[in-house]
């Protein structure tokens, strides 16, 4: 991805592409909590911050560079998103933000939660 569209997404609010992380989780069977859980582990976010950011439109950018608490087990994500390995990508609000995409991904296929949050 070059960075003229990193710069389009990182502008994006996210709460623009929070319903397509929903859509995505409820169209192979899981939940919205789910997806709550997952972003709310990634970012340090409780439910009402979670809500507040997407009420308010906050921008990706700031969402990821003002996330509460950004979950130091994240690292242990890997694996390939977009045709791009999440751990090579070296610009950091883009690997946070594939950091999630992969976890969203993995709850689609069916992996067990605890799995997702590499517990």
Known sequence: ??????????????????????????????????????????????????????????????FIAHAPALNPARALITGVVCGVRVEEIEEQPMREIRYLDKLVDELAKGKAMGKILRG
């Open 1 to 62: 991805m070059n960075s003229k569209n990193n710069a389009r997404l990182y502008a994006m609010a996210f709460g623009s592409v929070y319903p397509a992380y929903v859509a995505k989780a409820e169209r192979k069977g899981r939940t919205k909590a789910e997806v709550d859980e997952i972003i709310c582990w990634l970012t340090g976010h409780t439910e009402a911050s979670l809500a507040a950011v997407i009420a308010d439109r906050t921008s990706f950018a700031d």
